[in-house]
């Protein structure tokens, strides 16, 4: 029985935990696998600098860097960052996947250009950091944004029919202008409206968070883990520093 933990990377309550774990509702997935949620310690509560990249890098790499003495089978990361996804796959031999680069190159699968719906514009900066990074510049037709500032807690409740056909006005402009054979959902805080567009569109919609479900089960299943030359182990890990220092900053951040 597989038991994949998801990090949540922002310090969530148990109410914001629960609507990510909604995720879980929208793929198809081994009856067996277990998956069980756990929220940042402590973290930015915006995602739109460099400011807001390091402290989220720090707290997903210490909610995680456990997981596999905890018997844990896989790690999955739920921000299209891939914020501390190196740093993780580093010290652990389970398989760690998030939904960034991984969607982008799923979609390649579908298609031969993607287009990533933004949030707002403020996000954009990190798609055109992260896109030529990956190497995906020539496969990405457009990033585009529907502006609508995100709410990394509530996510979309209440906003639905004001926002989702917003969200369809930019996918067709990206579709019908930019030339993008696929979409792909930019936030794993926009899952909710994932079965809405499918529903609407022309062509194909990636949801990351889902996507990365399938992902951990299909590498447990063809007993695959990232590559230990990509991602070396540390000489001298420095674990109980990470953890002290996470604890610390929860508890400057608790009111």
């Known amino acids: 029985m597989p038991r994949i933990l998801v990090i949540v990377p922002f310090a969530l309550d148990a109410d914001g935990v629960a609507r990510r774990r909604e995720q879980l509702g929208s793929v198809r997935l081994d009856p067996d696998s277990e998956f069980h949620y756990r929220a940042v310690k402590a973290g930015p509560t915006s995602f739109m600098s460099p400011h807001d990249w390091a402290l989220m890098d720090l707290a997903i790499f210490e909610a995680g860097c456990s997981a596999q003495e905890?018997?844990?089978d896989a790690v999955c990361i739920d921000t299209m960052s891939d914020s501390g996804m190196a740093a993780l796959r580093s010290v652990l031999d389970i398989p760690v996947i998030s939904p960034g680069r991984a969607s982008m190159l799923f979609a390649l699968t579908l298609g031969s250009r993607f287009a990533?719906?933004?949030?707002?514009?403020p996000s954009i900066v990190r798609y055109r950091k992260c896109i030529p990074e990956w190497g995906l510049t020539q496969s990405c037709a457009s990033v585009r944004s529907f502006d609508v500032e995100p709410?990394?807690?509530t996510l979309m409740?209440?906003?639905?029919?004001a926002v989702f056909p917003r969200m369809l006005d930019v996918c067709m402009q990206c579709i019908e202008e930019d030339g993008a054979d696929v979409i792909i959902l930019g936030s794993t805080t926009m899952h909710q409206a994932a079965v809405w567009l499918s529903s609407r569109l022309p062509v194909p919609l990636v949801n990351p968070g889902p996507l990365t479900y399938k992902l951990a089960e299909t590498m447990l299943a063809l007993q695959l883990s990232h590559s230990r030359a990509c991602y070396p182990k540390p000489l001298e890990p420095?674990?109980?520093m990470l953890h002290a220092m996470l604890e610390a900053a929860?508890?400057?951040a608790r009111p």
């Open 70 to 72: 905890e018997g844990f």
């Open 116 to 121: 990533v719906l933004a949030q707002w514009k």
């Open 151 to 153: 709410s990394f807690d």
């Open 157 to 161: 409740d209440g906003k639905e029919d």
């Open 238 to 240: 420095r674990i109980d």
């Open 250 to 252: 929860a508890k400057v």
